[in-house]
């Protein structure tokens, strides 16, 4: 069984930056995708960005020119990432990880019942 665990959250000023990083222990297929959702309080959980072990990327638009995921393959650890951070960047984050063979585009958008593996959720909170 695969396990997400993520970590680096935490509060900080408007125009900060957090690294965040996910770990997943256990077995996954070689080829998968890794990537970062988000759910501010009262509003859907929404992709922010995704990698493939192909290298493709995929940002949302409020976070491109901000955020930078990236993929340790041979640890399976995914990073994002948060520079110049803003209010509407609170929320919770989560990490997912998928083994199906879907490619970035489908991820970011794929509903939470579609991905193979989530992790806890790490909070994130960007005061003005």
């Known amino acids: 069984q695969v396990q997400l665990v993520e970590s680096g959250g935490g509060s900080v000023q408007a125009g900060g930056s957090l690294r965040l990083s996910c770990a997943a222990s256990g077995y996954i297929k070689r080829a998968y995708c890794m990537g970062w959702f988000r759910q501010a309080p009262g509003k859907e959980r929404e992709g922010v960005a995704a990698?493939?072990?192909?290298?493709?990327?995929i940002y949302a638009d409020s976070v491109k020119g901000r955020f930078t995921i990236s993929l340790d393959d041979a640890k399976n650890i995914v990073y994002l990432q948060m520079n110049s951070l803003k209010p509407e960047d609170t929320g919770v984050y989560y990490c997912a990880a998928d083994s199906q063979g879907l490619d970035v585009v489908v991820f970011m958008g794929a509903s939470p019942k579609i991905l193979d593996y989530w992790g806890q959720g790490t909070q994130v909170t960007v005061s003005s």
């Open positions: 990698i493939d072990t192909d290298g493709n990327l």
